[in-house]
């Protein structure tokens, strides 16, 4: 081996990747995982697209529940019982997602998520589809130019999907109490578990890692930011079950809301 490369050296033309002309040498279904990636996100993104820009079915009165995907819902064309936060927009032409505040500052942090990022580069952009698999594109330039160089705007979506991610508590937290008080039905058990998913989510974000516990020289000198950083590598292992699982509950948690709230079920009630 080393004679080969000393050789290879002193002829003056050293090769740097292996000469190959097959797109991949590999035999198993590789394409499988960047398909199933492909679809289900597209999926998911068609069904957020239609039910963001429905403008309906997004609250149900009495028990108010709220879809995260109207939330915050501060436009004038908000029923009163959703505008948690008040009123601070006029009405919204159609087609306009009510929670337009939110939305695109979550879209952001997802899109620049680490995991996303591999997610979409290889099911999307085939960038590269699978390991050892040659990908289609002649030159690679990195996340250095526009638009790939907003991905560098993670930590400052990180910053924003936490204020986010204080609303939809709230909003899980005041559908527990109605005009007879403190009430509870399955719709209040799925808002409260998505919130608690969606943290789990956040805050195992790569930039929280960092920020609970970048640039020290000594953990022993900052025991409680050590033990933060902790929780937040475990939860970072996980981070792409995360992604995924919160996906599914977000889905979830809206589409049960919207069935409530057009008269296509009843609420399982266990209090009130």
């Known amino acids: 081996m080393e004679a080969g490369v000393s050789q290879t050296m002193a002829e003056g033309t050293p090769r740097t990747r292996a ?105 999307f952009w085939l960038s590269p589809p699978a390991c050892a698999v040659r990908e289609p594109h002649g030159k690679y330039t990195g996340e250095t130019r526009f638009p790939l160089i907003m991905q560098n705007l993670h930590r400052y979506f990180f910053y924003a999907a936490v204020v986010i991610s204080i609303v939809n508590t709230y909003d899980a937290v005041v559908a527990f109490f109605g005009d007879n008080g403190f009430q509870m039905g399955l719709g209040n058990l799925i808002l409260l578990g998505n919130v608690v998913l969606l943290w789990c989510y956040t805050l195992s974000c790569h930039s929280c890692r960092h920020i609970t516990g970048g640039r020290l020289n000594s953990f022993s000198r900052h025991p409680v930011r050590y033990r933060i950083w902790t929780f937040i590598s475990r939860l970072n292992a996980r981070h792409m079950e995360l992604a995924w699982i919160t996906l599914g509950t977000l889905l979830i948690t809206d589409l049960y809301i919207a069935l409530l709230s057009a008269g296509v079920i009843s609420d399982l009630r266990f209090i009130n």
Do not use: M, N
């Open 19 to 123: 000469q190959i002309k097959e797109r991949t040498l590999r035999t198993d279904r590789w394409w499988r995982s960047p398909l199933v990636v492909f679809l289900a996100l597209t999926l998911w993104l068609l069904y957020g697209l239609v039910r963001t820009s429905s403008q309906k079915y997004y609250f149900v009165e009495g028990y108010g529940y709220l879809t995260p995907f109207s939330s915050p819902c501060v436009s004038a064309s908000c029923v009163p019982g959703a505008r948690h936060f008040g009123t601070w927009l006029p009405e919204f032409p159609p087609l306009l997602p009510y929670g337009i505040l939110a939305l695109g500052f979550l879209l952001g942090f997802r899109l620049t998520c680490y995991y996303y990022r591999r997610a979409y580069y290889r099911a």
